[in-house]
């Protein structure tokens, strides 16, 4: 799946919700999926009383892996060039996220068009988790 150049405006959106209501079970099994066990994603007790957070808390990758989905669902995996993201706040159990991807700009290269996007996913109280740029291959 790959999107024509003739698809894409500069300024078009596309609104993702990643997960709603965000259950400890999949901080968990990214935990797993990942190999990072630190204790601040999976041991409540552990989270609260040696590092004085309310408890645990989603890893960033797991936000960052999700918002990446506003992206491959609108451009698709094989056209992604670059995307990179800056963490703002934490993803606490319960939280729903949406994300947003915003057409920035279209850039002629010798390779064809490439769509160059922002980023910004948002919690229930559209407190900003995470940020980030991303670039895509169109199709001419």
Do not use: C
């Not at 700009?105 to 109280?125: K, M, Y």
């Amino acid at each position: 799946m790959s999107l024509s150049a003739n698809d894409v405006k500069v300024g078009e959106t596309h609104e993702n919700v990643l997960v709603d209501d965000l259950k400890r079970t999949r901080i968990v099994q990214y935990a797993g999926a990942s190999g990072d066990f630190n204790p601040l994603h999976t041991d409540e007790r552990f989270a609260v009383e040696a590092a004085g957070y309310p408890g645990v808390f989603a890893h960033g990758m797991l936000t960052m892996g999700m918002t990446g989905r506003v992206l491959t669902d609108w451009v698709g995996v094989e056209s992604l060039l670059r995307y990179g993201v800056r963490f703002k706040a934490q993803v606490w159990p319960g939280d729903t996220l949406t994300a947003t991807a915003t057409v920035e700009s279209i850039e002629d290269t010798v390779d064809g068009p490439v769509a160059h996007f922002s980023l910004r996913t948002v919690n229930q109280n559209g407190v900003e988790v995470v940020t980030g740029t991303a670039a895509a291959f169109l199709e001419p």
